[in-house]
Nanobody, 121 residues
């Protein structure tokens, strides 16, 4: 069984930084795309950043130039460096991994449990 463990959320002042991590553990054969999403009570879950297995990245317009997504394929771990945080970045952040539990399995979406990022003065 595959589990995603997120860490790094917390309370930060506007302009501050946080680094989120998402580590996949358990039996997983391969990992393809990885991404970070966020959700607030007022909004649907939205894509924040995405990274392919080859390292190509994609960002929401609202975070371009402030957030950087990266991954360590050897560790099946993904990171989100968040700088110059704004009040509107406050949300629960979820990681998503597209992976195959075995060599011949179809791709499966694995979600993390979510970590709260609160930006407040």
């Amino acid at each position: 069984q595959v589990q995603l463990v997120e860490s790094g959320g917390g309370l930060v002042q506007p302009g501050g930084s946080l680094r989120l991590s998402c580590a996949a553990s358990g039996s997983i054969y391969s990992v393809n795309d990885m991404g970070w999403y966020r959700q607030t009570p007022e909004k649907e879950r939205e894509l924040v950043a995405q990274i392919t297995k080859g390292g190509q990245t994609k960002y929401a317009d609202s975070v371009k130039g402030r957030f950087i997504i990266s991954r360590d394929n050897a560790k099946n771990t993904m990171y989100l460096q968040m700088d110059r945080l704004k009040l509107e970045d406050t949300a629960v952040y979820y990681c998503l991994i597209d992976g195959r539990p075995t060599r011949y399995s179809p791709l499966v979406n694995y979600w993390g449990q979510g970590t709260l990022v609160a930006v407040s003065s």
